[in-house]
T-cell receptor
């Protein structure tokens, strides 16, 4: 199983600023995902990031607000731009691994609070 | 639209058995997953079903009926550490995971 780390684990940011979240995997993986989870709610997929191609964003999420980089098969970043209090959430990096990508593993998450 | 339904919250007693149901309506089906998420932690993989029937893994079992769009997660010999949220997710025809809102399971002594 893949082991995933994220930085930072938590942050408190001011409105209007940007934060970049890093995701590091201990093995090479093709498919990486960024999720948002607001308190007491389930997971919402922001985008899928495959190495060598542009990230694919889900409805309601745009590249200008959530730019993603995927420079290699073990690393990705998600930036939350021009933050507002509504962006306060847990951001989770995830990778698909195993046969036919049937297991999805999650990083520990980044808890973001925007004041 | 795509929809996954599961109860918001359930309560059970330590040592007992609990069944958490999940019904789904998705555009295509390429497997159903159950994840466990303790408060403040990331989800962890529990089970995967793609064919009808029961998959048993220790104290946890997961059942799938594709014709009914239905699954359940069965937890036996409940322990206090099983208190968590249980997330049902379905992989659709685009191999994208569609997530349910999760069921918060409360275990009482």
């Amino acid at each position: 199983s893949a082991v995933i780390s994220q930085k930072p684990s938590r942050d408190i940011c001011q409105r209007g600023t940007s934060l970049t979240i890093q995701c590091q995997v201990d093995s090479q993986v093709t498919m990486m995902f960024w999720y948002r989870q607001q308190p007491g709610q389930s997971l919402t997929l922001i985008a899928t990031a495959n190495q060598g191609s542009e990230a694919t964003y889900e409805s309601g999420f745009v590249i200008d607000k959530f730019p993603i980089s995927r420079p290699n098969l073990t690393f990705s970043t998600l930036t939350v731009s021009n933050m507002s209090p509504e962006d306060s959430s847990i951001y989770l990096c995830s990778v698909a691994d195993g046969d036919e990508y049937n297991e999805q593993f999650f990083g520990p998450g980044t808890r973001l609070t925007v004041l | 639209g795509q929809n996954i339904d599961q109860p918001t919250e359930m309560t059970a007693t330590e040592g007992a058995i609990v069944q958490i149901n999940c019904t789904y309506q998705t555009s295509g089906f390429n497997g159903l997953f159950w994840y466990q998420q303790h408060a403040g932690e990331a989800p962890t993989f529990l089970s995967y079903n793609v064919l009808d029937g029961l998959e048993e893994k220790g104290r946890f079992s997961s059942f799938l009926s594709r014709s009914k769009g239905y699954s359940y997660l069965l937890l036996k010999e409940l322990q206090m550490k099983d208190s968590a949220s249980y997330l049902c997710a379905v992989k659709d025809s685009n191999y994208q995971l569609i997530w349910g809102a999760g069921t918060k399971l409360i275990i009482k002594p």
